[in-house]
């Protein structure tokens, strides 16, 4: 039967409601002496052209570096047309225009602990390629993940490292050196929608990538097959690498309906938890 989802955030607004009430009351003293948090500065870049429907200028993850740097990662343009346009990453008087090669771009951006602007990443093709999410590891190396169209080149030098999508968006996650340098991209996917969420660090070292998929992916992207099939329109899955990228292992969640993960946490016992949505 079609559930009622109208009538679960009246449920959990009132529960939540209640536990508020609680809260407040046995901490009220505490909190009274809290410091109020204050505005000490933002950050901002954009294209000229967006709406409410389509927003097109998106950040989608931010994270601190071990010296204190903010990273942030996400994309520019428009995705509701294919309009070739530009943002200025460098909100002082100096100027840093980047202009998107397709729909949008993945944009990955550093400011210093001040909100001072350090520089910039841009890449993608003429497709929609967006950053999700990323992890940073303790020695200031990093991680960004996301997905893309059509042809994309993940090599901002003068090398070249361009990679096809075998049908739809793919995922990709590419490293970075402390410094912001490239050091590899890998990709997986097959001829439907595969698209990363975001991305996690696992204690044992390594990290997660999750996200949802469809058809038939192998979730390996070196020389071995890690082959799953979505069993009607998109699964959900979380894959877990090595520190240099190489597959480990691989959970999918299928149903007939659409699933996706949109969070995961990994205890100090390396118990995994995955939230997300399932139809």
């Known amino acids: ?4 989802r109208g009538s679960v955030p009246q449920f959990i607004t009132k529960v939540l409601g209640l536990v508020a009430v609680a809260v407040s009351l046995l901490a009220a003293s505490a909190v009274a002496q809290l410091p109020f948090p204050t505005h000490d500065w933002t950050y901002s870049y954009g294209t000229p052209f967006s709406q409410m429907d389509q927003p097109g200028d998106v950040i989608f993850d931010i994270a601190h570096t071990p010296d204190g740097d903010v990273l942030l990662v996400g994309g520019f343009g428009y995705p509701a047309g294919n309009f070739i346009l530009s943002a200025d990453f460098d909100p002082s008087s100096g100027v840093d225009q980047r202009v998107s090669a397709g729909i949008r771009d993945v944009a990955v951006v550093r400011l210093s602990p001040s909100g001072e602007y350090r520089y910039a990443v841009t890449f993608g093709g003429i497709g929609d390629d967006l950053a999700t999410g990323l992890v940073v590891r303790p020695n200031g190396s990093f991680i960004v993940t ?14 070249v490292h ?11 996650f590419r490293q970075f050196d402390s410094s912001g340098a490239y050091l590899g991209t890998k990709t997986f996917g ?3 929608d595969d698209r990363a969420n975001g991305v996690v660090r ?3 070292g390594g990290f ?3 996200g949802d998929y469809a058809g038939t992916v192998d979730f390996d992207p070196g020389p071995g097959v890690a082959n799953r099939t979505a069993a009607r329109n998109s699964n959900a899955f979380f894959v877990r690498f090595t520190d240099d990228g190489d597959f480990v292992s691989v959970t999918t969640f299928e149903g007939n309906g659409f699933e996706s993960i949109y969070g995961v946490a990994v205890d100090s016992q390396s118990a995994i938890f995955a939230a997300g949505y399932f139809a």
């Open 202 to 204: 696992h204690p044992e």
């Open 1 to 4: 039967q079609p559930v009622d």
């Open 146 to 159: 996301g997905q893309f169209e059509e042809t994309v080149d993940f090599d901002p030098g003068p090398d």
């Open 162 to 172: 361009s990679v096809a999508s075998a049908g739809g968006t793919d995922v990709f």
């Open 208 to 210: 997660i990538v999750f």
């Open 190 to 192: 097959a001829s439907g």
